[in-house]
T-cell receptor, first 115, second 113 residues
Framework: EADIYQTPRYLVIGTGKKITLECSQT?????MYWYQQDPGMELHLIHY???????EKGDLSSESTVSRIRTEHFPLTLESARPSHTSQYLC??????????????FGQGTRLTVV | TQLLEQSPQFLSIQEGENLTVYCNSS?????LQWYRQEPGEGPVLLVT?????EVKKLKRLTFQFGDARKDSSLHITAAQPGDTGLYLC?????????????FGSGTQLTVLP
């Protein structure tokens, strides 16, 4: 069982509110990721980090921001939530990024609804 | 343009039937992975294939990596309702100086009892 945790599991929030989605892993992985996924659809990478104080934007443009102050913690923040941000957000971590040794471990996700 | 194209996008079958889903690309990959995502959960790795022509079996699931390492297939024998989920292929993709784990569009499988 993967040791990566996301909170909250479900969040319903009003437009304009600031929210932070939490993600923590206890595997000591350097690499962490945030994906956005609509139900039953593909995963879109929105942010990734290869270590402390390293963050990059993914392929899908997102108004969210991330920080990586500690290895185990990779929170995602939306300064002003909008209905278009309604989606599932999945956090993942991995150790090596190498041929044959690239397993990504995912949290259970946060299902966000902005009303 | 999607790096990894999966087909079919949706598949609904009866328990006991066999099925094959596909992951295709115009690019050559050093390795390819298959994940399964059950409703309300994150994806979980099923297998990694690294050699062209490689075949790996996981109980009733058979994974094959194409000879040219551009495509892969997942065959399920005698599907069961517990096989229901979203099947995703993934590979390492270099974007600039960084390498990212990139996922395909997914196949949503429903196995009816």
């Amino acid at each position: 069982e993967a040791d990566i945790y996301q909170t909250p599991r479900y969040l319903v929030i009003g437009t304009g509110k600031k929210i932070t989605l939490e993600c923590s892993q206890t595997m000591g992985h350097d690499k962490m990721y945030w994906y956005q996924q609509d139900p039953g659809m593909e995963l879109h990478l929105i942010h990734y980090s290869y270590g402390v104080n390293s963050t990059e934007k993914g392929d899908l443009s997102s108004e969210s921001t991330v920080s990586r102050i500690r290895t185990e913690h990779f929170p995602l923040t939306l300064e002003s939530a909008r209905p278009s941000h309604t989606s599932q957000y999945l956090c993942a971590s991995s150790d090596l990024l190498d041929q044959g040794n690239t397993e990504a471990f995912f949290g259970q996700g946060t299902r966000l609804t902005v009303v | 343009t999607q790096l990894l194209e999966q087909s079919p996008q949706f598949l609904s079958i009866q328990e006991g039937e066999n099925l094959t889903v596909y992951c295709n690309s115009s690019s050559v990959f050093s390795s390819l992975q298959w994940y399964r995502q059950e409703p309300g959960e994150g994806p979980v790795l099923l297998v990694t294939v690294v050699t062209g022509g490689e075949v790996k079996k996981l109980k009733r699931l058979t994974f094959q990596f194409g000879d040219a390492r551009k495509d892969s297939s997942l065959h399920i024998t005698a599907a069961q309702p517990g096989d229901t989920g979203l099947y995703l292929c993934a590979t390492l993709f270099s974007s600039g100086s960084a390498r990212q784990l990139t996922f395909g569009s997914g196949t949503q499988l429903t196995v009816l009892p």
